[in-house]
């Protein structure tokens, strides 16, 4: 842990996202795994991308920390730039693009979890060679 992300008591962990995000240096980092959601900072390259997908049973917020890009939610286009948050609710094909000139720097919250545990990717290609193999699966959820 850091000074922007320290253990509070036994179980909570305090994180300065702006700061922890922009420190971010990979395509997906895995922050923070709890039993219903978790948190995760991703930077996108120049002209790179999250990618096309759905979740059909993952709500997720994105909350944009730097840089600017395009967001494709629903079948609809629209720009995102730094303090804007899209939410997407499960069963929503989405995409987000880096269309500026510097990283899209931003942390998303998945609930339930998406990925795995700690999980940590330089780039999209690593990134989405893990989730083919199936080491990217997340945790299952407990009743």
């Not at 880096?98 to 940590?120: F, M, W």
């Amino acid at each position: 842990m850091s000074e922007n992300q320290f253990s509070v008591g036994e179980k909570a962990t305090h994180f300065i996202i702006d700061e922890v995000a922009k420190a971010n240096t990979n395509f997906r980092q895995v922050l923070w795994t709890g039993k219903h959601s978790q948190l995760v900072a991703m930077t996108i390259p120049v002209g790179g991308e999250i990618g096309d997908e759905v979740h059909d049973t993952t709500d997720q917020l994105l909350s944009f920390v730097s840089g600017s890009g395009e967001a494709d939610l629903d079948g609809e286009t629209h720009t995102v730039d730094a303090g804007d948050l899209c939410a997407v609710p499960a069963g929503t094909r989405h995409n987000f693009r880096n269309t500026g000139d510097e990283p899209l720097v931003l942390y998303t919250v998945y609930s339930p979890p998406e990925h795995a545990i700690d999980a940590e990717y330089a780039t999209k290609e690593l990134a989405d060679a893990a989730v083919a193999s199936g080491e990217d699966a997340p945790p299952q959820a407990t009743t």
